[in-house]
């Protein structure tokens, strides 16, 4: 075994001084000794160095150093390690030449200070990568919660650090786009109230995803304008009342996110005659329909209704031996597939 160990260092050791720099870069990437990586530090290739720049076994010394490369690149990439000293990160969010530096700096500088600081940038990036900074103080986040950049005000909404006051303010907001940062991250119910009734509809869609979500709301969405909304709560609820409403809905697709997803065998026998063949072929998706019923629905006028149960691992086999020979190619074809499984 120890063998193999120096067998493998030595020909990274070769790779650290091939002439090829794609070798050097591979050495780079490998968890080798400092000294190597030390000496890769000083490589004439920027990619060779950007690379030890991301190494977490590179030398604090190393670090430094590549802290002052003359390639932003490799400048960007330091600032990622995460034993680059906190005085080091500091210093690049504040005085670095490249905006990119300075922002990856001061997504990831824990100095409360500095964070305060540079949330008065001139620089809209800055002051976002700021927001976006989960070390950052709540009176700073409050601060930036007026910026006049929309994503600066999403990134405070979607920052963990923000307190709800400030989340209550942003779901006023004017963009649509802080709006569902909002809904996503609020567990304030009066909050998500207001959202539920937010004149766009991915904002009440994405109230809909958060868990905090009270069931009388989810009973409004219900009633939603968009349909897209009340399919979205068919797949979003467990609740009968908003099933057993849902299921009369004058749009086939909510009522066939009702067939795929309610548990209520009433429900889904009621849906197994709908006039629609998309709601009747969700039923016979539903894993708790009844196997009677699905042999009822071998019968459907629908081939996309029988070829649905040809292809459902529950039916008999007498069944699907029967709709392999139906008169739709369709059916036939998966029935065949099925009897071809042998899951009996």
Do not use: H
């Not at 002052?68 to 005085?87: H, I, Y």
């Not at 990160?89 to 990119?100: P, R």
């Not at 409360?112 to 949330?119: C, N």
């Not at 009973?219 to 897209?228: E, F, G, I, P, Y």
């Amino acid at each position: 075994m120890r063998k193999s160990i120096k067998i493998e260092m030595t020909t990274i050791e070769k790779w650290a001084r091939s002439t090829n720099y794609e070798r050097r870069m591979i050495a780079a990437e490998l968890p080798i000794p400092g000294v190597i990586l030390e000496k890769l530090a000083k490589d004439e290739s920027c990619r060779v160095r950007w690379t030890v720049a991301l190494n977490p076994n590179t030398p604090v010394g190393a670090l430094k150093r590549l802290a002052e490369d003359e390639n932003p690149s490799v400048r960007r990439n330091v600032v990622c390690n995460a034993k680059l000293p906190e005085n080091i990160l500091g210093k690049l969010a504040k005085s670095d030449f490249d905006e990119g530096v300075r922002e990856n700096a001061t997504e990831r500088i824990g100095s409360l200070k500095i964070l305060d600081e540079l949330s008065s940038d001139e620089s809209a990036a800055i002051r976002g990568a700021v927001a976006r900074n989960p070390k950052a103080p709540k009176k700073v986040l409050a601060r930036l919660a007026k910026d006049s950049s929309r994503s600066i005000r999403e990134d405070v909404a979607k920052n963990p650090n923000v307190q709800e006051e400030v989340l209550e303010g942003l779901a006023d907001d004017e963009s649509k786009f802080v709006r569902v940062a909002v809904a996503s991250r609020s567990t304030n119910p009066e909050i998500l109230a207001k959202l539920v009734k937010d004149e766009s509809e991915r904002v009440r869609m994405e109230v809909l995803e958060n868990a905090n979500l009270q069931e009388k709301l989810l009973k409004k969405l219900a009633s939603d304008k968009s349909a897209n909304v009340r399919i979205a709560v068919a797949y979003n609820t467990k609740n009968s009342e908003i099933f057993a409403k849902l299921a009369n809905d004058k749009n086939e697709e909510v009522r066939a996110a009702v067939a795929k997803n309610t548990g209520d065998l009433k429900l889904i026998v009621e849906l197994s005659r709908d006039c629609s063949e998309k709601v009747r072929s969700n039923v016979v998706d539903n894993y708790r329909t009844p196997v009677d019923l699905l042999i009822e629905l071998a019968k459907d006028d629908s081939e996309c209704v029988r070829a649905y149960v040809a292809s459902n691992r529950a039916i008999p086999k007498k069944v699907c031996r029967k709709l392999a020979k139906d008169s739709s190619e369709w059916v036939r074809d998966s029935a065949e597939r099925q009897l071809g499984k042998q899951w009996w």
